[in-house]
């Protein structure tokens, strides 16, 4: 994971990435993460990562918990159902 090096989040405070709950001030953290993200010169790294590691809390690669779960099935289609551990 030698990417993580270069992410736009590495000096953001993590809290950020892992908004509790759905609703009300938990979404306006979401969206504000992946602001950080859309900046970010490492996002398909991480969000490679994301799916492939089924990261399935917390904002990853831009993506929501909720985004990413629809990736995660995907993938795990196109692999057959099985779960790969991440290179």
Do not use: Y
Request: aromatic share 6%; with cysteine; charged share 30%.
């Amino acid at each position: 994971m030698e990417w993580l090096n270069r992410a736009a989040c590495v000096h953001e405070d993590p809290e950020l990435f892992f908004p509790v709950g759905s609703a009300g001030p938990a979404v306006q953290d979401a969206e504000a993460a992946k602001e950080v993200c859309h900046r970010c010169p490492v996002v398909a790294e991480c969000l490679d990562w994301a799916v492939a590691t089924e990261q399935t809390t917390g904002v990853w690669g831009g993506t929501s918990e909720r985004e990413r779960a629809r990736l995660i099935r995907a993938a795990r289609r196109m692999r057959g159902g099985r779960t790969v551990l991440a290179r």
